[in-house]
T-cell receptor, first 112, second 112 residues
Framework: GESVGLHLPTLSVQEGDNSIINCAYS??????FIWYKQESGKGPQFIID?????DKRQGQRVTVLLNKTVKHLSLQIAATQPGDSAVYFC???????????FGKGTRLHILP | EPEVTQTPSHQVTQMGQEVILRCVPI?????FYWYRQILGQKVEFLVS????????KSEIFDDQFSVERPDGSNFTLKIRSTKLEDSAMYFC??????????FGPGTRLTVL
């Protein structure tokens, strides 16, 4: 069935270090993957996306990696800052659907 | 940078009452969505709206729910007779193409 899951519910990283948040998905038919950041009391904020015909995409301090062989998605955040503390959701979508399917989320703590 | 806005930020209502949640999508976007997030759970898709009609809806979006775009800027979600289990954060989202969806800050609905 459709599901997007995250390996770790909580991740603590020292400020300045790099962080990697992982996600497993089960729907091999998904065409599009997105990472969202959600700060307390706010809506999901788009970070970066990647289509299924790519395996890597870079943004500002963030990189998303897609491994379709093992159905794995990861978000790398370089040189983490206190403002990176939030819950991060991976999400997936098929081209034929409008809906985005969200995973459960990983809480990222940036330690001073 | 244009943002999706939502009002009110918090709505408290009695069970059985009707509520209308309001959203102003990003101005040049054509696709509109409602999602909800029950406390501590995943963000769940409710409905998508394009070209003045519902294009996709989930099982959650039953006859108690309706959406409307009453004018060129607003997009509303109505719950006719609220139940306790309707208590959640409700997020509006919009997109220019049916892929990257941008979310508003949410309305917290509390049903007593």
């Amino acid at each position: 069935g459709e599901s997007v899951g995250l390996h770790l519910p909580t991740l603590s990283v020292q400020e300045g270090d790099n962080s990697i948040i992982n996600c497993a998905y089960s729907n091999s038919a998904s065409d599009y993957f997105i990472w969202y950041k959600q700060e307390s009391g706010k809506g999901p904020q788009f970070i970066i996306d990647i289509r299924s015909n790519m395996d890597k995409r870079q943004g500002q301090r963030v990189t998303v990696l897609l491994n379709k062989t093992v159905k794995h998605l990861s978000l790398q955040i370089a040189a983490t800052q206190p403002g990176d503390s939030a819950v991060y959701f991976c999400a997936e979508k098929m081209n034929r659907d409008d809906k985005i399917i969200f995973g459960k989320g990983t809480r990222l703590h940036i330690l001073p | 940078e244009p943002e999706v806005t939502q009002t009110p930020s918090h709505q408290v209502t009695q069970m059985g009452q009707e509520v209308i949640l309001r959203c102003v999508p990003i101005s040049n976007h054509l696709y509109f969505y409602w999602y909800r997030q029950i406390l501590g759970q995943k963000v769940e898709f409710l409905v998508s709206f394009y070209n003045n009609e519902i294009s996709e809806k989930s099982e959650i979006f039953d006859d108690q729910f309706s959406v409307e775009r009453p004018d060129g800027s607003n997009f509303t979600l109505k719950i006719r007779s609220t139940k306790l289990e309707d208590s959640a954060m409700y997020f509006c989202a919009s997109s220019r193409q049916p892929d990257t969806q941008y979310f508003g800050p949410g309305t917290r609905l509390t049903v007593l």
